[in-house]
């Protein structure tokens, strides 16, 4: 086998393997949430007053009908709501609900334990190195024109 035979594979394992630890420390903490739900979200939260639905999709590498989908979902929960600009009709902007800013805090300290728990064991060198392939992945994809 060579070295780059099944590195998908230990990928995908290892993304199935984050996915489901969430969602188990979610159930258990009787969180209503899906991961999507979350990343979009926090990411919301992290934008603050100028969070639009365009640069949400963007930074989170999702279509815009997957993450209309899942902002129509927050907003139904009453986590968000969606509104458009005042200078620019054409854009949704986000905006958290307190009941969405509650359920943040609620979270915050279950993921940072999932992200200390996930480098446990891993130097910071070496975390350094693992994002530097990650990276050169990307690019080599991002790059890729069907050569053969």
Excluded at 6 to 29: C, H, M, P, W
Excluded at 68 to 82: A, P, T
Excluded at 105 to 116: A, E, G, N, S, Y
Aim: hydrophobic share 35%.
């Amino acid at each position: 086998m060579d070295r780059t035979e099944g590195f998908g594979v230990y990928i995908d394992r290892t993304l199935k393997k984050v996915q489901s630890t969430f969602l188990q420390v979610f159930a258990e903490n009787n969180i209503d949430l899906t991961i999507e739900q979350w990343v979009i979200l926090q990411r919301v939260h992290l934008e603050g007053k100028d969070a639009s639905q365009a640069d949400i999709a963007k930074s989170n590498f999702r279509n815009r009908a997957t993450t209309s989908r899942v902002i129509s979902g927050l907003c139904k929960k009453g986590l968000l709501r969606k509104s458009r600009f005042r200078d620019d009709q054409k854009r949704y902007k986000l905006v958290i609900t307190e009941e969405g800013s509650a359920l943040i805090k609620q979270v915050m300290p279950f993921i940072k334990d999932l992200r200390r728990v996930s480098t446990l064991g891993i130097t910071e060198e070496e975390f350094e190195i693992f994002y530097k392939v990650l990276d050169q992945l990307w690019e080599n994809f991002d790059q890729y024109e069907g050569r053969s």
